[in-house]
């Protein structure tokens, strides 16, 4: 049973930092490629950032500079670093990882911007 786990989500103040974290289980971590997305009220689900199994780390334009994605493969987790977080980043955020025609979610993790 493939189970994805988001932590680390809540209430933060304009400018400042949040770091989600996702713990996989069930799926050979290491080979599969991860993401971040998000979704807000209103809005369709979208990408945020993404790593390769490698390594290799790709964001949407709107969160690049602010935003850091990472993975400890000894931990079976991937995190992302959030920092000067703006009112249009609340959202709820989604772990996602995809291998073929295998891919999974979480269930989500909500993120509040606000003073």
């Known amino acids: 049973q493939v189970q994805l786990v988001e932590s680390g989500g809540g209430l933060v103040q304009p400018g400042g930092s949040l770091r989600l974290s996702c713990a996989a289980s069930g799926i050979i971590f290491r080979i599969y490629p991860m993401a971040w997305y998000r979704q807000a009220p209103g809005k369709q689900r979208g990408l945020v950032a993404d790593?390769?199994?490698?390594?290799?780390?790709s964001y949407v334009d709107s969160v690049k500079g602010r935003f850091t994605i990472s993975r400890d493969n000894a931990k079976n987790t991937v995190y992302l670093q959030m920092n000067s977080l703006r009112p249009e980043d609340t959202a709820v955020y989604y772990c996602?990882?995809?291998?073929?025609?295998?891919?999974?979610w979480g269930q989500g993790t909500q993120v509040t911007v606000s003073s």
């Open positions: 996602h990882a995809s291998l073929g025609q295998s891919a999974y």
């Open positions: 790593i390769a199994s490698r390594g290799r780390t």
